[in-house]
């Protein structure tokens, strides 16, 4: 079979992987070192996962990922610093002055990201900030204190690990719309203010047959404001049972979201949200939907792992 880590890097891109860090034994393990040079922690690096209490810190999940890319040459893309879900209730719940929650944000970033200092390739600073109307979504950040909070974070992730790429994440920005729109509007500002942000990443948890044709036009016009661009959580659902047709379908939209990686230059990788069927939060948040990854429950390969091999120029 086919090497997707060495076909992507002779493509001069990653390709990754979201991994849950108590399954990293057996075939889950030796696939995932053996296939994507990047992971991602699914789970380990959220607030709700690191500090579910105040001051009372649980860094073994987030530890695990990162020695296990160390021991295997792969990238860390961290996930996720300032996000208004997985929040512990402290956070959330808290009534807070807005000098005292900016405080809690930033000791965070400084907290999480200082940890990992040096050792992350990408962080995901803040993630899903708007609404699907491109205005911003009212979490506990954006209603105690307003739309700066973005560039606070950005600023502290920079303070705190100086050699990892910032980036802004968020879903439904795959195409060009309303919510790409403030999306692009944002990164702009944010620029144009000095706030050190140096990329856009876009989820890509997609439905068999709709990739969205603006796809690379919109990773174009990120890639022109200046900033790199990443697919960060690629997943292509489908209604269940999976068919023979379907899955060609789905073969043929995993090559395209990769050929269009490829084909830009600011484009840095794309990273799958779980290689395998038995590794996917589609089921248990979408009823009856679900094969939505490139390896069925079992590790097999299905058409679309040969469709992103295909993508990265094997055949
Ligand atoms: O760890 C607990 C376990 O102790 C408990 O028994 C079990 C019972 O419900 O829940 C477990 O926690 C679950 C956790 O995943 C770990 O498996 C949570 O309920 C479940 O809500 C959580 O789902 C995660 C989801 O984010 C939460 O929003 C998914 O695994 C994770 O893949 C998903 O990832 C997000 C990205 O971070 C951001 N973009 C969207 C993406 C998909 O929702």
Redesign the pocket.
């Known amino acids: 079979d086919p090497v997707l880590r060495d076909l992507a890097a002779a493509k001069g891109i990653y390709y990754g992987t979201?991994v849950?860090a108590s399954k990293l034994t057996g075939t889950y393990a030796s696939v995932t070192a053996g296939q994507f040079d990047s992971i991602t922690p699914?789970?380990e690096m959220?607030w709700g996962s690191v500090e579910p209490v105040r001051g009372d810190f649980r860094w073994s999940g987030a530890d695990a990922v990162v020695d296990f890319a160390e021991a295997n040459g792969q990238k860390v893309r961290g996930?996720?610093l300032v996000?208004h879900?997985?929040l512990p209730s402290w956070v959330e719940n808290g009534s807070w002055t807005a000098d005292a929650l900016r405080t809690v944000m930033t000791d965070h970033i400084a907290t999480e990201a200082g940890r990992y200092k040096g050792r992350i390739h990408h962080w995901d600073v803040v993630?899903?900030p708007f609404n699907e109307d491109g205005t911003r979504r009212q979490s506990v950040f954006q209603r105690v204190l307003g739309d700066g909070y973005i560039a606070d974070a950005f600023r502290a992730a920079r303070a705190a690990d100086p050699t990892a790429k910032l980036y802004l994440?968020d879903?439904n920005v795959e195409g060009i719309n309303a919510k790409s729109d403030a999306m692009y509007a944002l990164v702009r500002s944010l620029k144009a203010q000095g706030v050190p942000i140096d990329g856009v990443g876009l989820?890509a948890?997609l439905i068999v047959g709709q990739v969205p044709s603006t796809l690379q036009a919109n990773i174009k016009r990120f890639s022109d404001l200046g900033v790199d661009v990443a697919i960060t959580?690629l997943d292509i659902r489908m209604q269940l049972p999976a068919t023979e047709a379907k899955l060609a379908q789905q073969k043929a939209d995993f090559k395209a979201v990769t050929q269009a990686c490829v084909a830009v230059a600011r484009c840095t990788g794309v990273t799958v949200?779980?290689f395998t069927d038995s590794d996917?939060?589609i089921p248990?948040?979408f009823p009856g939907e679900g094969a939505a990854t490139p390896y069925d429950e079992g590790f097999r390969p299905k058409p679309a792992y040969y469709g992103i091999a295909e993508a990265l120029g094997w055949s």
Request: hydrophobic fraction near 20%; proline fraction near 0%.
């Open positions: 979201a849950t699914g789970n959220k996930h996720t996000w879900s997985q993630n899903e994440n879903y989820q948890h959580e949200w779980g996917s939060w248990d948040f």
